[in-house]
């Protein structure tokens, strides 16, 4: 489902989930742009870099520095508090016109380890679109996050 809508009420509900059985992908991608840092094994700066879609089984994200396949990173994923180390290692990278995007596959050791962080990614990119679609607020995602966390301590 690329760009499907679902009427519910009054709101317009746009769902952004990336399935291609075409490359190889056994798991749905869902757009994000939630920030990423990636620490590699040298002890250089980390990049700061901005998911294009996270998954099961890894994410996708742009870079302005080609990322090399094999090479593995530590992500972290600055606005949310994961407690689990996450392990990323690169699958494909390839030029665009303003940098590079790549895909990252998560090193894990059992498969759906990292369900709660693409669970929490989902919800919080949704509560982004639904500001921005019912209420007119553009959200930034550093508001975005601080708000759904915000409303999810105050409904558990």
């Known amino acids: 489902m690329s760009g499907e809508e679902l009427k519910k009420g009054t709101a317009t509900v746009v769902i952004k989930e990336t399935w291609r059985e075409s490359d190889g992908r056994q ?17 250089e700066q980390p990049l700061d870099l901005c998911l294009r ?51 990252l596959q998560f090193v ?23 500001q921005r679609q019912r209420l007119g607020r553009d959200l930034d995602h550093a508001t975005a996050t601080q708000e759904w966390q915000a409303r999810q301590t105050t409904t558990l």
């Not at 798991?27 to 002890?43: I, Q, T, Y």
């Not at 709660?116 to 919080?124: E, F, K, M, P």
């Open 27 to 43: 798991n749905v991608r869902h757009s994000s742009a939630m920030p990423v840092n990636l620490a590699g094994s040298e002890p």
């Open 53 to 103: 879609d996270i998954g099961q089984g890894g994410v996708g994200l742009r870079s302005p520095v080609a990322l090399q396949p094999g090479e593995t990173f530590h992500l972290t994923f600055p606005l949310l508090q994961y407690p689990d180390d996450i392990v990323g290692r690169v699958v494909w990278c390839q030029p665009e016109s303003d940098g590079y995007t790549a895909g």
């Open 108 to 130: 894990e050791a059992h498969p759906y380890s990292h369900a709660r962080l693409v669970v929490d990614v989902c919800h919080i990119e949704f509560y982004l679109r639904d």
